[in-house]
């Protein structure tokens, strides 16, 4: 399998997709319909289109496997695929997978005597939740626990309610639960609810993903590759003190994370939320990955720990034929499997960013992926595009007034 996908960039898409259809990956190219589509949102007239992709080389937990990726920005999968190849196997664990929903009260007279009030009743409420969840019990998941938290000063009692939702994203279902339940817990706590909602907060989705890598993958000169191995430590450690660095690094990583979690039909919105609250839990806005040069062993490693909040059931994901599709690329996994996968790509895609940060700019790749692009706005067609970005690229001039005049030349040739 590894020779079909040799060079997989240079091929062309009619042979990319014979590859896959060879493997019993692909069938047909599949378009959401406007129907289904009608369905999914108001006012609906179009799609709105980004390219979908293969990320390459991923071993995960020793299993080879096939991303998808949706993506418009350039150099992402290539980035991805590269990363990849250097890490070589990825190792993810993911302990827990559970949705944590809220109910805010306010105005609470005794802040103090309603939670001891509450606490007493706690199971009484998770008993009333499980009415609520009967099929994520029956499928081995169901309601988890039950705490509090009172906020003394603004008069404000919390109740936290968390859900082990099985491999649906379970919004809908916790919602359901905690509506069902204010009722009762506003009568303990002798106070009203001003919110019954989930939260973003994704503390009980948490993943890491672990790569060591021998430091002569980073270059075959051992004592370059020792310098790369330690300023992707000092660039790494850096972001954990500048917030202004922390966010592009983080943004490097959600490159790669956005793209599986879009390409899979999951909530990209609620999994940045999660994931920049969890870089900031410290009370600063931290990196979300660590990377060490080890010196005695002569490997770099790194790690990446963050909550991955994804499904693989439900919602979007069972009417939408892409997300469908994609999740067949990868043998259909478990939500905690995707989860995993995601953090995986998450890693290899910061290993990528910052190596090129720190050595050669990132400018060069981007660039020379950007020319594509940049022939086409030029107006080449499709016999025209490689060379165009082959004379652009020899150049070293990447713009597109130089790309309009290495058209005009080839045309006037
Ligand atoms: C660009 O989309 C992402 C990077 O800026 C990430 C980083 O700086 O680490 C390259």
Redesign the pocket.
Known sequence: MDNLFYKFYNKTINERREILKSLNLLSEIKVLENETANLMIENYIQNYQIPLGIAMNFEINNEKILIPMAIE?P??VAAASNGAKILGNIKTEMIEKAVIGQIVLYDVKNVKLSLERLKQHQQEFIEMAKEKSQNMIKRGGGPKKIWFEGFEIEKFVTLYLSVDTCDAMGANTINTILEHISQRVCEIAGADYILRIISNNATESIVSAKASIPILRLNKDVDVAKVIAKKIELATKYASLDPYRAS??N??IM?GVDAVVLATGNDWRAVEAAAHTYAARSGQYKSLTSWIYDEDKEELVGEIEMPLPVATLGGTISIHQIANWSLNLMNNPSSKKLASIIAAVGLAQ?FS??K??VTEG?QKGHMSLHAKTLAKQAGANENEIDEVVKKLKSKGKINIDEAKLILDNLRNK
């Open positions: 920005e150099s992402v592009t690094h943004k490097g490159n910061n960013a910052v090129a940060i990132i």
